[in-house]
């Protein structure tokens, strides 16, 4: 989950407000997981207790800062802890993504994240020898679920979810409005969405996209996005960083090196059917950057993306996959 502080508020939804035109006849909206959540569905129900129960729940499976939590029970046990459906869900999923990007979605990343703060624990020290040593408890291959027991085979692996687990929560709620019948919806949490339907203007849900800009008060919008029955996630390096003795470090641990990245890719917005799968794939692609990302894509025709990245000049260019590109508005 992410805190609050360095929360990443890429997105703003765009609509219109003229005095002819209906609003979302209902909203759920409040604070949780760190962050802001929001929930537009036309309907005449009032689901707020029930998401609220959702959120609870998915809460004290995998946030890291529940001291009560699945996860942190299991990153404090020497070697096994029983998990609940939440935990394994979000295992799998992170395990396909771990696979499939050769590593650079790794959720046991963690003591690499506290050692540079950007995790749930204070900095260490990120000299060499630390981050060398510490090297060897990022190693997903080494934790696994047998039977609804998960089993780590070195005491000092960690676990978290944060990169994924935002995404996940969108998806159970979303399940649960399927369940409810309710047709049409946009769901968000932290940023990461899943919309269905159409808005209360009858049309497709339309997701702004942040330009990538570093200390902007003002939001500036790089394009707008048609979301039809699909979810949307955006990762990026340009709001959360921190600069030292003049290095400026970027949030995105590479699993890999073990040191922030340094590339050209600022942002990552991926379109897919699910919002944990979008969520993963865009940190993922802020790992491995831009050129590594296109190859991603072209291996997963599911995943649809818009990566935004400095040119050879110095300024804003973008990529986008082809379907996806049907469906963006370029703000000018």
Request: net charge negative; with cysteine.
């Amino acid at each position: 989950m992410r805190h609050l502080l360095f929360t990443l508020t890429f997105l703003s939804f765009i609509a219109c407000n003229t005095s002819t035109e209906k609003k979302a006849p209902n909203e759920v909206k409040g604070y949780a997981q760190g962050t802001t959540y929001q929930i537009l569905y036309i309907d005449d129900r009032n689901f707020q207790r029930s998401v609220d129960s959702i959120l609870i729940a998915i809460d004290n499976s995998l946030s890291t800062y529940n001291k009560r939590s699945i996860i942190t029970n299991f990153n404090q046990v020497d070697s096994m802890l029983e998990v609940d459906a939440y935990f394994i869900d979000v295992f799998n999923m992170a395990k396909e993504v771990y696979t499939t990007t050769g590593g650079a979605f790794n959720p046991t990343v963690t003591h690499l994240v506290n050692a540079w703060g950007f995790g749930f624990k204070n900095t260490e020290k990120t000299d060499s020898a630390t981050i060398d040593s510490l090297l060897q408890f990022t190693n997903f291959d080494l934790i696994t679920i047998e039977n609804n027991i998960a089993i780590k085979q070195n005491k000092n692996l960690m676990l978290d979810f944060n990169a994924i687990a935002q995404g996940y929560t969108v998806d159970v709620i979303a399940d649960f409005f399927d369940e409810k019948n309710v047709k049409n919806y946009m769901i968000e949490v932290g940023g990461e969405i899943i919309a269905k339907g159409k808005n209360a203007q009858k049309k497709p849900w339309r997701i702004g996209i942040d330009k990538p800009i570093e200390n902007q008060e003002e939001r500036i919008l790089e394009a707008v996005i048609k979301l039809e029955n699909a979810a949307l996630a955006t990762s990026g390096n340009y709001r959360k960083f921190y600069e030292k003795d003049g290095v400026k470090y970027s949030h995105t641990i590479n699993p890999v090196t073990g040191y922030p990245v340094r590339h050209t890719l600022l942002s990552a917005t991926v379109v897919t059917d699910n919002c944990a799968l979008a969520d993963a794939y865009a940190t993922a692609f802020m790992v491995v950057g831009l050129e590594k990302s296109k190859e991603i894509l072209k291996t997963n025709p599911t995943l649809e993306a818009l990566l935004i990245y400095t040119n050879e000049e110095g300024t804003l260019s973008s990529y986008s996959t082809p379907k996806l590109t049907e469906a963006i508005e370029v703000v000018e």
